[in-house]
């Protein structure tokens, strides 16, 4: 009987063993994770985790779910080597044979402060965002080094709890990696509207503090008191413990082709790896759809032998500041932009390429998220979007 | 028959099920889901499982009843 087993018990990996059971999957299944919970959703963690008072499980499903399944769960143990000539993945605990195997280790928080002080915090796992949680309620300021979603999330937080935020960015303007330089400016406000103190175009030049961190000092020597620090500047492809498996590799993470495929038998899903597109380029994309969607098509290629591709368009949300951030397709590279609002409370930028939609960055659109969700997906011309002709310039 | 159960305090709007099955879920203008169809027939059942299962907030769940 065909043994799957998945590397990695987040989204990505969970929705992969998930998937090959609704597909009619009926081999074995073994779900391999270096946390010691139960399969949990991580976007909650920068938001009501670290705000509610009694904040609700993540967990995807409980115990029964797994063994009603038949996945069998080995938690709190770490990949440390694949052997894909003999089919074996080796964990700190053991060696196990697979016929395929799923790479869904996922991705692990940069931080150029290895030796900082106490109170210095990255935010991947649940035992992360209990410290920061712990950390925020004791605090009276907070530095987020970053301005991407994960450290406006926590700005957003730690403002909904009274603490003093500062954010320093390294780039002109936050969320660069995510949003055009327009939007991001109104993004920008957002935050500073909500009490947040932005610094664009700074760098951290040191984390002071002699057990507990004091304070956080900026290249043009700013010196800026606080108690606590998260660190959000991005998160590297969990890909070590595949040196030597023959895989191929880059600083973009497991690359694979369209149909998720890495190797011979063996399979990558979210964060760890990057999908090549049409023109044969990979892609990482770091976000909870593109990991869901991912998972899908390789569960159903898996279970029936077939070949998909993720056909959706991509899509990111953030919320923050009280507002839902969407940002749908791509939106880089574009030829052609059209702004249809630029308010706070319903911004619209839409994005083109060859005459064809390609992406969209949206507040409070409810409505026109989806329909870019459906356009893109469909390869839609812009000349057959009456409010693409109708917002001419 | 299935019956598509949703919960609007869960509900975030994110419109997951919408792209998996517009022709029964809807996002209305407060933001949230609208069932344009409350039971689902068998030949919708996988596009709507889908959608119930793509929902990053859990506020989806079928029920199935004796027909």
Redesign the interface.
């Known amino acids: 009987m065909t043994h799957v087993a998945v590397v990695g018990a987040s989204l990505a990996g969970f929705?992969v063993a998930?998937g090959l059971r609704?597909e009619g999957f009926d081999g074995d299944i073994t779900l391999i994770g270096d946390e010691p919970h139960l399969p949990y959703?991580r976007?909650p963690l920068s938001k009501s985790v670290l705000v509610d008072d009694e904040p609700a499980s993540t967990a995807f499903q409980d115990a029964a779910w797994f063994a009603d399944n038949r996945v069998t769960l080995h938690l709190g143990e770490t990949a440390r080597r694949l052997d894909t000539a003999a089919r074996t993945v080796h964990t700190d605990a053991r060696s196990l044979n697979y016929d395929e195997l799923v790479v869904a280790t996922g991705a692990t928080p940069r931080n150029p402060f290895p030796d900082a002080p106490d109170g210095v915090f990255t935010l991947r796992t649940a035992d992360d965002a209990a410290r920061i949680r712990t950390a925020l309620r004791a605090a009276r300021r907070l530095v987020v080094i970053g301005a991407g979603f994960i450290g406006l999330e926590i700005a957003s937080s730690a403002r909904r709890l009274g603490v003093d935020v500062t954010v320093v960015e390294l780039e002109p303007v936050p969320l660069t990696r995510s949003v055009g330089d327009d939007a991001a400016a109104v993004l920008a406000d957002i935050a500073r509207a909500d009490g947040v103190h932005l610094l664009c175009g700074r760098a951290v030049a040191e984390l002071r503090g002699t057990t507990t961190v004091e304070s956080v000092v900026l290249d043009d020597g700013t010196e800026l008191p606080c108690d606590a620090v998260v660190v959000g500047v991005g998160a590297v492809p969990a890909t070590e413990w595949l040196a030597g498996s023959g895989l191929e590799v880059t600083r973009a993470g497991l690359i694979c082709d369209a149909t998720g495929r890495a190797g011979d038998h063996v399979w990558g899903v979210g964060d760890v790896c990057a999908w090549t597109d049409d023109a044969g380029t990979p892609h990482r994309h770091e976000h909870?759809?593109s990991a869901?969607e991912q998972a899908?098509v390789v569960a159903h290629n898996l279970a029936c032998d077939d070949k998909r591709t993720v056909t959706?368009a991509t899509?990111v949300?953030s919320?923050q500041f009280g507002r839902?951030i969407d940002i749908v397709g791509d939106i880089t590279g574009h030829d052609d932009l059209r702004v249809l609002s630029r308010n706070p409370d319903d911004l619209a930028y839409l994005y083109a390429r060859d005459g064809l939609l390609t992406g969209a960055c949206l507040i409070?659109q409810?409505?026109l998220?989806?329909r870019c969700?459906?356009w893109i997906?469909a390869r839609t011309p812009v000349a057959d979007l009456e409010l693409w002709v109708s917002s001419a310039p | 028959m299935t019956k598509i159960l949703v919960d609007l305090g869960k509900c975030q709007g994110y419109a997951n099920c919408v792209v998996a099955a517009p022709d029964i879920f809807d996002l209305g203008d407060s933001g949230k889901v609208d069932l344009l169809e409350a039971t689902v027939a068998d030949d919708r059942l996988a596009d709507v499982r889908e959608g119930v299962r793509s929902c990053p907030a859990a506020a989806l769940t079928l029920e199935e009843t004796a027909s």
């Open positions: 929705r998930e609704a959703d976007p909870w759809t869901a899908k959706a899509y949300w919320d839902r409070g409810p409505r998220m989806v969700r459906q997906a």
